[in-house]
């Protein structure tokens, strides 16, 4: 019967840990970037401590679910209090990556290619934490649209891809636009490719 015991528990801290971790290494690839502003202003170095965030927190996310089982399983005081302090830090983390995603202005942004050329693998913003795929931009077409937020500059101030075996690369300079949706025009004139960025 004990044995019986002792392996209920085993068991249940294993599966704990494993749904943990993976629920953890959710929530660290979501709020990373948010996470690592902390230790760093460098965009370069936050990519890089990414590679530690992630695990850390899907770590965890093992402790809190497996202490969560076997708090549930062992009634044990020590067990519920470990689960209760990494429930608190996870919420942490994700009130830290929710704050970090929040749009609070909101703004669809367009490609629209005016020339000659096919657009590849196009992307809008100049920070690539937080910048968005356009994809491919045919001659004469615009893109969907994506979701920026106008109080980042960085979401949508700069355009980049490839424009036949060249580049389409533009960065608008202004610090603030007013709401309204955008479209980035792009059109070729003396063999070189101007931009626009106007309001629809």
């Not at 899907?58 to 399983?73: D, F, K, M, P, W």
């Not at 689960?83 to 704050?99: D, E, I, K």
């Not at 700069?158 to 202004?174: L, P, T, W």
């Amino acid at each position: 019967m004990m044995n019986d015991k002792k392996i209920v528990t085993v068991t249940t801290g294993c599966l704990g840990m494993v749904f943990g971790a993976a629920l953890g290494a959710v929530l660290g690839v979501y709020s990373s970037y948010a996470l690592a502003e902390f230790f760093s202003a460098n965009h370069e170095k936050q990519a890089y401590l990414t590679i530690v965030i992630i695990p850390a927190v899907g770590l965890l996310g093992a402790i809190a679910v497996s202490s969560t089982a076997l708090g549930v399983a062992t009634r044990k005081k020590g067990a519920v209090m470990l689960a209760g302090l990494g429930w608190g830090l996870l919420a942490l983390v994700l009130a830290n990556g929710l704050m970090f995603h929040h749009i609070a202005r909101p703004s669809e942004v367009r490609v629209q290619n005016q020339t000659k050329l096919m657009f590849q693998n196009v992307f809008v913003g100049g920070d690539f934490r937080q910048s968005h795929r356009i994809g491919n931009v045919a001659p004469g077409e615009t893109s969907e649209s994506v979701i920026v937020d106008l109080d980042r500059p960085p979401t949508y101030n700069q355009i980049e891809g490839r424009a036949g075996i060249g580049y389409v690369r533009y960065r608008d300079e202004r610090k603030s636009l007013t709401d309204g949706n955008y479209t980035y025009v792009v059109r070729e004139e003396a063999d070189k490719l101007t931009y626009e960025l106007r309001r629809d």
